[in-house]
T-cell receptor, first 114, second 112 residues
Framework: NAGVTQTPKFQVLKTGQSMTLQCAQD?????MYWYRQDPGMGLRLIYY???????DKGEVPNGYNVSRLNKREFSLRLESAAPSQTSVYFC?????????????FGSGTRLTVV | GQQLNQSPQSMFIQEGEDVSMNCTSS?????WLWYKQDPGEGPVLLIA?????ELTSNGRLTAQFGITRKDSFLNISASIPSDVGIYFC????????????FGAGTQVVVTP
């Protein structure tokens, strides 16, 4: 019954520090996504992975890198955190063609960069 | 990128009232989806719409896929306290490969 699991749930970083946000899904979904949510701006796509072994940039990729480790796991890395990256980060997965079936979201990682 | 305009931005309503919100775009979408986000959680899919003019219900929720394919509407009837949250519309175009475009959300607050 896990769905999409994100770790950690909360994180505070100092400017310039690096960290990796982890995401794993147990639904055998092919596609996975990373979004950030900022007040009044909805959800913006950072990176996505259509299938294992592929990754592509979304709307706001600068400052981030991703790794599709296997079919289950899709991680997001901040190499040198900046205050502008303070946000809530959501991982999502979808069965096949995600747009038609919708996404299943994790519960989010709340990141503060000071 | 494409813009989804969702309104209203927020709503303060009394328990028992009906709620309406909508989403418009300058582009045509092939699929419209509505999500709800509870505080501290990720969005959860409520309703998916696949055809222009389609009207779909899920309990007290009713959503419609606009005839022009550029808009969608969500209605909540007889609101209850657990309807509190942020409601997001999302649209998908076949040529955008699986990537959803989200509206900014409608914050719903229900008072007893």
């Amino acid at each position: 019954n896990a769905g999409v699991t994100q770790t950690p749930k909360f994180q505070v970083l100092k400017t310039g520090q690096s960290m990796t946000l982890q995401c794993a899904q147990d639904m055998n979904h092919n596609s996975m996504y990373w979004y950030r949510q900022d007040p009044g701006m909805g959800l913006r796509l950072i990176y996505y992975s259509a299938s294992e072994g592929t990754t592509d940039k979304g709307e706001v990729p600068n400052g981030y890198n991703v790794s599709r480790l296997n079919k289950r796991e899709f991680s997001l890395r901040l190499e040198s955190a900046a205050p502008s990256q303070t946000s809530v980060y959501f991982c999502a997965s979808s069965e096949g063609y995600g747009g038609d079936y919708g996404y299943t979201f994790g519960s989010g990682t709340r990141l503060t960069v000071v | 990128g494409q813009q989804l305009n969702q309104s209203p931005q927020s709503m303060f309503i009394q328990e028992g009232e009906d709620v309406s919100m909508n989403c418009t775009s300058s582009s045509i979408f092939n699929t419209w989806l509505w999500y709800k986000q509870d505080p501290g959680e990720g969005p959860v899919l409520l309703i998916a719409l696949y055809k222009a003019g389609e009207l779909t219900s899920n309990g007290r929720l009713t959503a419609q896929f606009g005839i022009t394919r550029k808009d969608s509407f969500l209605n909540i009837s007889a609101s209850i306290p657990s309807d509190v949250g942020i409601y997001f519309c999302a649209g998908h175009r076949t040529d955008s490969w699986g990537k959803l475009q989200f509206g900014a959300g409608t914050q719903v607050v229900v008072t007893p």
